[in-house]
């Protein structure tokens, strides 16, 4: 029986799910009533999304109830509440996702089977929220559900952007963006909180009153809530992610239509409302724009506001605060949030400055997500006194405050008239993590090597993870059933028990059923690419994949070059025994990258050239998919062989696709970079394709003069392919297309491209041998499942618990619990 934390007299006991009898005709009647009284359609009216609709929200009415005793027992316990922050949730589709958690999906298949619909299409149906660009915004999604799932009180808080990530198309190969609009329907999960806002303002000046600094500021906008209750598994928990939309202050200006000026006065709300309009679409590249710094403050203050007012609502005594609030920064976007809770609790609440550093602080913790220095924000002094004039003065006096503990004055938070963010944070943080083993080891001897050396203490590491409940057991229905019969249930809230597979290896019939899933899963995407792609492949082929952000440091290109050079050496002697592969590529490049934005053509180019040779047909395909997003990585990962994590050693931070790969039993090709080291110690370096130089290495390695035309030279293979894109082998319309391409790779080639070529080619062809024995194969595939167990964002999230916000998790009373 659970432990009665939140024990209230008269609260309504939470149905603990067991007990929950929800019949498919209990569920067929809510869908019904939806239907008919919300959304005001009559069954034979209604569309696919209404239909859609109506489900969502008769599953949401049963989330809505472990949701209000989640956080009744939250109140009533008085424990400690986890806040992340986040400018990014990269959330994809929910629908699936509640269901699951619910444990409903029998039911609902059954009570749409009965309405005549199919369960398929209609999950088929919901847009895919896009509330982020890559790694981090989707690791904020996995923690929250995973937050649920352990049972930590716990609220998200993010802009409810009215457009996400853009919509990429190919049009003759280039990329295309399209707005995305995943609001154009009625949203299904979130609940409007019209009484939940704040006001906001910006710009102005600052006045001395007795001491006491007043801001005066110019403008101001409304900052209004959004709720989408976050379900966890087996539906024990529930959360709320909180997403704030700007508001004007006033509404609209009645004199000036009275006057006839019609779109005069509609002027307020429009910009008003520009701050959550869109999510800024970089990805590891710094935004020096003052609408992003607007959106950064614009959620980091109503989030933080919404703290303190629910602190208050509880307890008097401020000093508390950290001992009730633990507030996470995700990488600096919210960085102001030090300023400005210094601002709230010395300005607002009259608490001595000093003591509101020191509070601040031991609420906040930041998570750093990158060492590129072009995406460490800094902010120009000038512009961050304009728009926030107080939070100036206070960034001045945090570093003044931090600089008196320094012998000599060697960090600071202000340089060359900016702010340095990650300075600010690592400042105004108990605690500071990295994101894998590597890349936490590489904050403490790079980045903050200063400020590590003044705050030993600080960094901590925190491996990334992924929910199982997404990524193994919905994405992959084939292993997640097989998995459950050979070990139970137990898993999914508990994936180390993966590790009780491996005595099943043993047994022809394991093995022999995991292979089975695997193909199956792959004919699902030949298909899929065949009726969508207008592509044929064997569907036996070798699955290689790589899908992220197309960025240099990924180095899609090295993955590109190699796949011409095959081609190549395939075309020359078509009956060498080659290994059928099929080369696989999704992802977005920021619209204002350039050199992004020319991979994705190339990679486009050379897939019609490849594609269109009947000589290497057999054994090679190459598929660029269009539009990644969350959904098609959930489409894509249970078919992949081959797991391509090839970054340039040291650039990585984590990675959170490599481990979602592993743990569907593809085998990974990759450097020792992020959590790749992370992942090859635990699967074992013989179920692991390495490659390539160490991230020391690689800094060794850009000294040598002409590195790169040295690593061209020595391998005829790079500079054949090199050769061919330089003379126009696939634009020859534009011979010349890519010669910023190649000229860059021959004479800077600052991540590395060339020189680790070779290596990476080798890697592969060890890769091609070792799949045509495909006994072997899926055996190192299912020891892949096997030992991937803890990169589960369940343990990530107990790791933040117990190492950074000093947190507990609690436990809804069931209906057995003696209530007093
Ligand atoms: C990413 C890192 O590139 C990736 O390695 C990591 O797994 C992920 O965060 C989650 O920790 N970073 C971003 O997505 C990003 O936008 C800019 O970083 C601050």
Known sequence: TSMTVGRVANAPVASALEGDLVTSADLR??????????????????EIHDWRIALSLALRERIVDHWFASMRTARHSGAKRVYYLSMEFLIGRLLEDSMVNLGLEEAADRALTDLGLNLQDIL?????????????????????????????PAFGYGIRYEHGLFKQRFVQGRQVEEPEDWLQQRPAWEFERSDIAFKLCFGGEVSEDGGKAVWHPEEAVVAKAYDTPIISWQGRWANTLRLWSARPLHG???????????????????LARTISRVLYPDDTTEQGKELRLKQEFFFTAASLRDILRRFEAEHDNLRLLPQKAAIQLNDTHPAIAGPEMVRLLHDERGMELDEAIVTARACLSYTNHTLMPEALERWPEHLMHRLLPRHMQLIERIDAAHAVKQPTRQVSALEHGEVKMGELAFMMAHKVNGVSALHTELMKSTVFAELHRLHPDRIVNQTNGVTPRRWVLSANRRLSALITDTIGEGWVD??????QLEPYFGDAGFLDRYAAAKRENKADLSNWLATEMDLKVDPTALFDVQIKRIHEYKRQHMNLLETIALWKEIAANPDAGWTPRVKIFAGKAAPGYVF???????????????????????????????????????????????SEQISTAGKEASGTGNMKFALNGALTVGTLDGANVEIRERVGEENFFLFGMTADEVIARREVPGHAAQAIEADARLAGALADIG????????????HGVTGNLSHHDYFLVCSDFTAYWEAQRRIDAAFADQNAWMRMAAINTARSGWFSSDRAIRGYMADIWNAEALEVPGPGDVLH
């Open 29 to 46: 009647d809510s869908i019904l009533r939806h239907l008919t009284y919300d959304l005001g359609k009559e069954p034979e009216m209604a």
């Open 124 to 152: 088929a149906d919901e847009p895919d929220a896009a509330l982020g660009n890559g790694g981090l915004g989707r690791l904020a999604a996995c923690f929250m559900e995973s937050l649920a799932t352990v049972g930590c």
């Open 252 to 270: 609209f200006d009645l004199e000036r239509f009275n006057r006839g000026e019609f779109a005069a006065a509609a002027e307020p709300e429009a």
């Open 494 to 499: 508990d994936l180390e028990q993966l590790e």
């Open 596 to 642: 992004a934005k020319e991979i994705v053509h190339l990679i486009n180019e050379v897939a019609a050239v490849i594609n269109a040779d009947p000589v290497t047909a057999p054994y090679l395909k190459v598929a660029f998919l269009p539009n990644y997003n969350v959904t098609l990585a959930e489409r894509l990962i249970p078919a992949a062989d081959l």
């Open 727 to 738: 003379e126009g082998r696939f634009s020859p319309d534009d011979p010349g297309r890519y």
